[in-house]
């Protein structure tokens, strides 16, 4: 009979010891999501209020939502019903309305706000240095699982960092071409700038950045006529 009270208040232990510093570890990740989030976006408020469930967004994602913010999602979505059935086979509590969940949750908001063809370079830089900041931080946000909390943050990373080169590219080209299209509008305005001449009644009508711009300065009204 005393053994069985010694093992039984042995086990009591060891779980009221596992309870302790799972308590523990959670206060450690929430004062460290909040902290991050607040450093990168000005406030915690929105993490604080995100979804204490995970939700599911796909298949039904909008079809004009970028692909790297669709495989963001999906990737998150993966984790969050292998995390569910994990927990249910002990109990849904131990990560209802924890941070992990709340920066996932916040994260699926923001991703649904990118629209395909249409990034905010500084928007997304920003959020891919957030995101990185979780993977600096593995003594905190712990994971023994092939599919864990930082895997998946990694491969948000993975996605973003494509989406950043994305859109930087695009922004390159865009400004190329319209360095190419200002060029091609100077080269038309100094060959137009001699025949407006014959028409115009004085040099002066001339805005002077337009007589700047002719190479060689205005022609005489003699070499006009």
């Not at 607040?38 to 993490?47: R, S």
């Amino acid at each position: 009979m005393t053994g069985v009270i010694e093992f039984a208040a042995a086990a009591a232990a060891v779980a009221a010891y596992a309870q302790t510093a799972t308590s523990e570890r959670h206060q450690r990740e929430e004062r460290a999501g909040l902290e991050l989030y607040a450093k990168y976006f000005g406030g915690a408020d929105p993490l604080e209020q995100a979804a204490g469930q995970a939700t599911a967004l796909a298949p039904g994602l909008p079809a004009e939502l970028q692909a790297q913010a669709a495989a963001c999602i999906q990737a998150i979505e993966a984790y969050q019903q292998r995390r569910r059935r994990r927990f249910l086979l002990f109990s849904s509590s131990d990560f209802a309305g924890d941070i992990r969940t709340r920066v996932l949750e916040e994260m699926k908001q923001w991703l649904l706000t990118l629209p395909d063809g249409c990034v905010d370079v500084a928007a997304v830089s920003t959020r891919l240095e957030y995101s990185l900041q979780f993977l600096l931080r593995p003594s905190i946000f712990l994971s023994t699982n092939d599919q864990s909390f930082l895997g998946t943050m990694a491969q948000v990373c993975t996605q973003l960092e494509s989406l950043l080169r994305q859109a930087v590219a695009s922004q390159r080209t865009s400004a190329d071409r319209l360095c190419q299209i200002l060029g091609h509008g100077r080269e038309l305005a100094a060959a137009a700038l001699p025949l407006l001449l014959v028409t115009l009644p004085s040099e002066a009508a001339v805005p002077a950045r337009a007589r700047a711009a002719l190479p060689g300065g205005l022609p005489g009204a003699a070499a006009l006529r």
